[in-house]
């Protein structure tokens, strides 16, 4: 199966650590994805979600931290697009370790689709502000 996002200089936001952190995120999207493409165990879909999801909200709190470190004036409401997509991850991790909840790629496309949408807008509006100001 070939990778559902790669990773290429379009998405670059031109903050070399966040740049990092949004390769590692693609790389266990993927991972999640190959998973499900060759129907792993359920324990290894539970992991390699569980890690998408830790990874995640690490690197929205990495991200949280650069904003109110620079003052980024649109913090409040990028936050606030963090914690949905927490909220809407964690409540399908909770059906699917509860046996409610299928893992589908329609699961990988969503996390794609919310991937792709806040790295080139919301990122990148906070990207141009950073590299002003870091």
Do not use: C
């Not at 190959?34 to 539970?46: P, T």
């Not at 830790?54 to 690197?59: C, K, R, V």
């Amino acid at each position: 199966m070939t990778d559902i996002l790669q990773w290429d200089e379009s998405l670059a936001l031109g903050v070399a650590e966040i740049d990092d952190d949004h390769r590692k995120l693609i790389g266990l999207l993927n991972e999640l994805a190959v998973n499900i493409s060759e129907h792993s165990a359920r324990d290894a879909l539970e992991q390699v979600l569980a890690n998408l999801i830790n990874y995640t909200a690490w690197h929205f709190r990495h991200e949280e931290r650069l904003m109110q470190t620079y003052r980024f004036p649109g913090y409040l409401a990028h936050k606030r697009e963090h914690a949905a997509l927490i909220q809407e991850v964690t409540a399908f991790q909770n059906k699917f370790m509860a046996g409610e909840q299928d893992m589908t790629m329609d699961v990988v496309n969503l996390l794609k689709e919310w991937v792709l949408h806040h790295v080139m807008q919301t990122d990148r509006t906070m990207a141009e502000f950073l590299e002003l100001h870091m």
